[in-house]
């Protein structure tokens, strides 16, 4: 055998003792999550992952590969929090909630704690549609956005994949919208004053909606009406004045904790 295919041997070899050792550390990883269950200790815990990539790297004997093996070891970490997450929350996380409630952000950064890829609605629209949703709301009216909005609330509900999924705030008008999202995920309203979203918003050009009256009267009437629908929709609330974005996600993770979802296709 030539010098070459001697070290592909070892390649092979060492690949299959990875993927062993994997393996192995996945079921470690189911264990933990479920004797975490049993003694009621959160499951999340970033402290407890820098201690590890620390620790990992005081292992690393060639210092040249030490950024190469943290760089693995988080992704080995973010694989762990999606088997983890998969198994506490086999369902769609979808936040719901007027414009400026943080959604996008909070769904972002929820994402990243329970390793679930996050969907937002109105740039998934935009991407697919190729047009800013002011420019389609302008140009192509309010139903037909609604009726882009439905189509896509249906694919991506769909999915096989769970996601953390936030909506635009005029989701929930819709009957259909509110039973695709329900029966396949856990529906979030994040709640916050007039006073606040306004303070949020008001330098937006982007909301449709409020151009020509972007004012805490008209914040607070569109609010009115809606609520109701929010109220419908909602699995739990979440009040956001003067949280932080962590303060918020760390509340929604601890509530599903406690809810029980059976997801239907
Ligand atoms: C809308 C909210 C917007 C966007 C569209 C309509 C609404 O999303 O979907 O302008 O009806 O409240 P955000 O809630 O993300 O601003």
């Given at each position: 055998?030539d010098?070459?295919?001697l070290?592909?041997?070892?390649?092979?070899?060492?690949?299959?003792?990875l993927?062993e050792?994997?393996?192995?550390?996945?079921y470690v990883v189911?264990?933990?999550?479920?004797?975490?269950k049993?003694?009621g200790i959160p499951?999340m815990n970033?402290?407890?992952?820098?201690?590890?990539?620390?620790?990992?790297?005081?292992?690393?004997?060639?210092?040249?590969f030490r950024?190469?093996?943290?760089?693995?070891?988080?992704?080995v970490?973010e694989?762990s929090?999606?088997?983890?997450?998969?198994?506490?929350?086999?369902?769609h996380i979808v936040?719901?909630?007027?414009?400026?409630?943080?959604?996008s952000?909070?769904?972002?950064?929820?994402?990243e704690?329970?390793?679930?890829?996050?969907i937002?609605i109105?740039?998934?629209?935009?991407e697919q549609?190729a047009?800013?949703?002011s420019?389609?709301f302008?140009?192509q009216?309010e139903?037909?956005f609604?009726?882009?909005e439905?189509?896509?609330i249906k694919k991506?509900?769909?999915q096989?994949?769970?996601?953390?999924i936030s909506t635009?705030?005029?989701?929930v008008?819709?009957e259909?919208?509110?039973?695709?999202l329900?029966?396949?995920?856990?529906?979030?309203?994040l709640?916050?004053s007039?006073?606040?979203?306004?303070q949020?918003?008001?330098?937006?050009?982007?909301?449709?909606?409020l151009?020509?009256?972007m004012?805490v009267?008209?914040?607070?009437?569109?609010l009115?009406q809606?609520?109701?629908?929010?109220?419908?929709?909602?699995?739990?609330?979440?009040?956001?004045?003067?949280?932080?974005?962590k303060?918020?996600?760390l509340e929604?993770v601890?509530k599903?904790?406690?809810v029980?979802?059976?997801?239907?296709?």
């Open positions: 055998m010098e070459l295919s070290l592909r041997n070892e390649i092979d070899e060492l690949d299959r003792k993927v050792v994997l393996e192995k550390r996945m189911m264990n933990i999550m479920k004797a975490k049993r003694m499951v970033q402290d407890r992952e820098c201690e590890v990539i620390t620790k990992i790297s005081s292992y690393v004997q060639n210092q040249r950024n190469e093996i943290q760089f693995i070891q988080k992704k970490m694989s929090r999606r088997i983890q997450s998969e198994q506490l929350f086999p369902y936040l719901v909630g007027f414009m400026g409630t943080g959604k952000t909070v769904a972002r950064e929820i994402g704690m329970v390793g679930k890829h996050s937002d109105d740039q998934f629209i935009e549609e047009a800013r949703i420019d389609i302008q140009l009216g139903n037909t609604r009726e882009i439905k189509k896509v991506i509900t769909s096989l994949e769970t996601t953390v635009g705030g005029g989701v008008l819709n259909e919208n509110i039973r695709n329900k029966q396949t995920g856990v529906v979030i309203w709640k916050a007039p006073e606040e979203i306004y949020r918003i008001k330098e937006s050009t982007e909301r449709p909606l151009k020509e009256d004012s009267n008209k914040i607070a009437s569109l009115q809606r609520i109701p629908f929010y109220g419908k929709a909602a699995d739990f609330i979440v009040e956001t004045d003067e949280k932080s974005v303060e918020i996600c929604i601890k599903l904790g406690s029980q979802h059976d997801r239907r296709y």
